[in-house]
Structure formats: C-alpha cells, structure tokens
C-alpha cells in the first residue's frame, strides 16, 4: 500500500518522466527525426534512474563518488540527453543543437562530446563488458558507487552481453546493476522474432544475477525495483528487465506501425507536445 | 627383421610452446612478467587481466605477486578488452594479455571502439605474434600489425629479444595510451646486450653499420638480421642493421637518414604479411620523402600458413637465417 510519501514521490517522478519526454520530443523536432520511440518508452526508468535513484552531483558531472551510467546502446541518446538536461547536468537551451554540426549533443552517444556521457555506446554489446572493469576497479578502489549499464534488448543477440554476464558473476559484482530495456524492437523487427530471448529471466538467473522484471512504465514497479537492487547485500550482480512501450504517453506513436526508427511527420511534433501537456495537466 | 620402420626418421612437428630460441641460444625466462611484477612494485595502479593465458603470457607471475591486483577474464577476449578499458576509466593501468590472434582478430571492434576511440591507458601484450606457431592460421597473427597499425592513436611496438621487452615495459607504462606490444613469452632469447642499445619509445636504432646493404627490421628478425648480417660479413657482404622496435609512431627520421645513403640495397624484414606490417610502413615513409633506394621486402606471404615445425616453416616462407641470406645475395647478384 502506498503511504502519503510513496504518492508524493510518484508524483514529483511523473512530473520528471514528462518533462523528459517533452524535451526528446523537441530535440526529434530539431532534427525531424530521431529514436523519439524509444526515448518515449524509456523516459520512466531515466527519470527514476536519474531523479531519485542515482548519486550524482549535476555540477560536477565526474564528481569520483558518482553513479556511472553507461548507455550501451549510444542510439538512446536523444532519451539520455533530455535525462541529464532533467538532472541538470545539460542547459536546456542546448537542445536546440541536437544533432548539429559541433554539437555536444551528437546522434549517438559519444563519451569525449557530452558531459555525464561515460563511454561512446553504439558499437551494440559493449557497455556490459565495460561495466565489468569499471565495477572491479571501483571495487579495487573501495569506492562504493554503483555502476549502471543500460542497454536494449537487441543487445541480447551480442555474444559480448553473455561473456560479461557470466564475468560479473564469477567477480561478485555486487555494485553492477544491468538494465534492459524490453520493446521488442530491433532494426529489422520485433527482437524476439530476429533473435528469440525469452525465457530471459531465467536466463539472467542461471548466469548467476539476481533478476527482476517489470513494467517500465509503471513508475512505482520501476521505483522499487531500483530500491530493491541498490539494497541487496548480495555478492552478486543485479539485473532488471524492463518491459516497456514505444511512444508511452503519445497515443498516436504507440499505436503506430511499429518500427526501429518511428516515423513522425511534422505537425505531430507540436501535436505529440500537446497531448503530453493535456495529460500532465490532467495528472496535477 | 625389417629395418623399414627402424630406419624411419623421426618426423617433426608442430611448435607450441616451444621457444624461438635456437640450440644454444642465451636466453631469459619470462622477461615480460619479471619487468611487470618489477614495475608494478613501483606502480600501484598497474593491474593485470587476461583471457585464460596467464601462464602461457607469463602473467601468472604477476597474479603471484598481486592476486589482488590480476583478473581472471575467462576465455573471453571482448569481455577482456572491454573491461581492460572499464578499468583503465577508473584510473588503474591494465595490462591485458593474450595472444596475438584473439587480442587483434577477435576483439579488434572491443580494442578499437572501446580503447583506442577514448585513447584510453590499456597496454595489450600478445603473444604468437606473426609466425611463432606451428599450430596454423588459428594461432598465427601474420597480419596483427596491420589490424593494430590501423587504429587511430594505438602506439604499436615490436621488441627483439628479452633485454627489449624488459626496457619497454617500463617505457610503454611511462606513455600515457593504448598500447599494443608482441610478447614473446617463455625462454626468450638475449641479444641486444651485445650492442650498444637501449629501448626508447620511437626510436629506431643502428645496431651495426654496412656499406652494401641496409636491412630494417623489427622482432625476431632483427635477431635474424644480425644473424645474417655476420653470415654474410663472411662473404665480404656488409650489411647493416637497424632495429625498428616501435612500429607505429614510425620513427622515419632515423629510416630517411639511413635510407638516404645511396648504394645500399633497402631490405626490410619483418614476421608479417606482405600486407600492412614494417614492409610498407617503411616504403610509404620513404616514397613520401622522395627517397628511393633499391627496395625489397622479406616477409611472410599474403596467404593462410601452414601448419609443421617452426623451422620447417621459417624455411619454407623465407624468414629462416639460411634463407634470408640467401635471398638476399641473389638480390646483390
């Protein structure tokens, strides 16, 4: 049951996934193009991740205590850029450039362009394993910060995933949290039909990682499954499996035909805002 | 009684672990974990990680010196690499061992993307390099240098002999970047303490001087050019000798300057294809210099090897002392 403060910390989190949303949408603007889909459907994990469950410190994006995020899948960066424009890290203003010539903010994630941005994902499958040296080192360090990979589930086909997944384990890494991002949407169609996953917990369970798996658009689901994995104890891994929806909170995205790189004409940008607008509105 | 299968020689076969060294060779085991472990007792942030080769890497002596500071990857090479860089992120040096064919063919997207694109301090040690097994083209990285030498920013380094591998651990740990060195490993030849060299990052050395013929080369077959250098000293032939340790930033200063003297035949030796090793390197420096010697090249071929004995092998491709010396004076002939 919820108590007066849960709601009270959905509400304020809600208010952060929208205004996330908001600012993916005018950057896809920008561009007239760009994986506003995913960025939709992801918005609620970011914005749990980046407004309630990680250490950071917006002034000092390489502050040594932080939480590293690593954003595996670089193509998500339209989704990370408004998350750190949310957390501070990034003037909004600068979303303007978008995808423009000698901007920080380029298509894909790039670690030497962006602040906050830890690694140049895109290469699909290398966050994982990136994460794994990162985790030992902080460890060797005796620096208690987590390490977050985030990577989609395309990613799953990638053999690195399955090397790193079964490093993790065998190191003890208590202090990685693995989040998959579960559209079932990859380039050339739904990902369990390029490359069946499922049972995918099961899987992640037998590499010896502790699993959850929950509607990334249920922002209470979402908030207490990163509570839970940052209060475990165990020496182990921690994973959680997202299910979520392309263009969550755009009624006329989610229901369109789906695809990798969703289709947006250029009236149903403003259109898209309103909606989002009219139903935060409502929320308050 | 038959003395069909009496007589029978013995045939030979394939190498693995055996040394490069020949019979009688001074040699030091293990130089490249000795110099680590050295070092490390200096460097506190030199961690060491590996794909399942530790022992046939010579790390297994630092993970005796360091077990706290010595990860076990698994034989996982893109994981290996990966995490080299995660680790390196967090301020540690990671030296990462493996061997030649799976530290560049099967990581080469890990070793670009995840440590060469962000230049991040990873120093990559591989063994086999070039045709150093018998084992076939599984095992052989007959074209490691051109993969390397490709990535942008990645210092690549090819040591002679134990007395180079000593010096340059030390000195790739001073660079600050990715590095890919050649490790030979195990009981590994001593040679250049005979000359009057010192390892330094970049530098090509003279390590004799010839009228007649100028032979460029880098690993073993700088051992091998020295080799044919006195052979052919016997027959009036004088041949010199530099040593090009560093393959990429290509020192073409000291090249040009040696190049430049006219008469000599240019011969550059390497245990490499044909394709994109010290061969081309070098041709490239000096055609862009409009310097233009009598120029050939002693390398492996642009084919998949055989499988056999070292030595049947070397033979067989040209690489081999008695075959190089003989190339070369049908060169001069």
Redesign the interface.
Same mark, same amino acid.
């Given at each position: 049951m919820n108590t007066p403060s849960d709601t009270g910390r959905q509400a304020k989190l809600a208010e952060h996934a929208y205004r996330l949303r908001r600012f993916a949408l005018r950057m896809g603007e920008v561009q007239g193009q760009g994986y506003v889909g995913q960025a939709l459907g992801y918005a609620d994990v970011l914005a749990v991740a980046y407004c309630h469950a990680m250490n950071l410190r917006p002034d000092t994006p390489e502050w040594e205590g932080r939480d590293r995020f690593l954003l595996s899948h670089g193509h998500y960066a339209i989704a990370f850029y408004a998350a750190l424009i949310e957390a501070g890290i990034i003037p909004e203003d600068e979303l303007e450039t978008y995808g423009s010539d000698d901007s920080r903010l380029p298509m894909s994630g790039m670690a030497t362009y962006t602040p906050g941005m830890e690694i140049s994902g895109g290469s699909l499958g290398q966050g994982l394993p990136i994460a794994v040296g990162m985790a030992l080192g902080l460890r060797l360090k005796g620096n208690p910060a987590f390490v977050y990979n985030s990577m989609s589930d395309g990613e799953l086909d990638e053999g690195s995933t399955w090397e790193a997944a079964m490093g993790a384990a065998h190191h003890g890494l208590g202090n990685l949290i693995c989040l998959v991002d579960i559209n079932n949407q990859q380039a050339d169609g739904p990902s369990s039909k390029v490359m069946g996953f499922e049972p995918l917990a099961d899987k992640w369970a037998s590499f010896g990682w502790h699993v959850q798996r929950v509607d990334g658009n249920d922002l209470p689901a979402v908030i207490t499954a990163f509570d839970t994995a940052r209060a475990l104890t165990e020496a182990k891994p921690r994973v959680i499996l997202f299910d979520t929806l392309m263009g969550k909170g755009v009624p006329f995205l989610e229901a369109r035909e789906k695809n990798h790189f969703i289709r947006v004409d250029p009236p149903e940008w403003q259109q898209a805002l309103d909606i989002l607008d009219q139903a935060q509105g409502a929320a308050r | 009684m038959s003395t069909a299968t009496a007589k029978k020689p013995r045939l030979t076969t394939s190498a693995m672990i055996a040394s490069i060294a020949s019979e009688g060779q001074r040699t030091i085991a293990a130089p490249f974990g000795k110099a680590l472990v050295t070092l490390a007792e200096q460097r506190p942030e030199i961690?060491g990680l590996t794909a399942d080769l530790a022992k046939y890497t010579d790390l297994h002596l630092f993970g005796q010196a360091f077990p706290?500071?010595f990860?076990q990857?698994?034989m996982?090479e893109?994981?290996l690499?990966?995490?080299?860089?995660?680790?390196?992120? %967090?301020?540690?040096m990671?030296f990462a061992t493996t061997y030649a064919v799976f530290g560049t063919r099967r990581a080469f997207?890990?070793v670009h993307?995840?440590i060469a %694109? %962000?230049n991040l301090n990873v120093k990559l040690c591989c063994a086999l390099p070039g045709l150093t097994t018998g084992y076939g083209p599984s095992h052989q990285a007959a074209e490691d240098l051109a993969l390397v030498r490709a990535i942008p920013g990645m210092t690549v380094i090819d040591p002679c002999d134990a007395l180079d591998i000593e010096q340059a651990v030390p000195a790739i740990a001073a660079h600050n970047g990715p590095v890919y060195m050649r490790l030979l490993r195990g009981n590994v030849p001593l040679v250049l303490d005979e000359y009057d060299y010192k390892f330094e990052l970049g530098k090509a050395k003279l390590l004799r001087g010839g009228n007649d013929v100028l032979l460029i080369a880098s690993g073993i077959m700088t051992m091998r050019s020295l080799e044919v250098a006195s052979a052919l000293a016997a027959d009036q032939v004088d041949v010199a000798v530099l040593h090009v340790p560093t393959i990429k930033p290509l020192d073409t200063a000291t090249i040009l300057a040696e190049a430049s003297r006219s008469g000599r035949l240019v011969v550059v030796a390497e245990n490499h294809t044909t394709v994109g090793g010290l061969g081309e390197a070098v041709a490239t420096a000096l055609l862009t210099a409009g310097v233009s010697p009598q120029f050939r090249q002693i390398a492996l071929p642009d084919a998949f090897l055989d499988a056999g004995a070292l030595p049947t092998l070397h033979d067989r491709y040209g690489i081999s002392t008695d075959a190089m010396a003989k190339t070369i004076k049908t060169w001069l002939a």
């Open positions: - | 961690v706290e500071r990860f990857m698994g996982a893109q994981l690499m990966a995490a080299a860089g995660g680790i390196a992120k %967090e301020g540690f990671p997207d890990f993307q995840v %694109e %962000e």
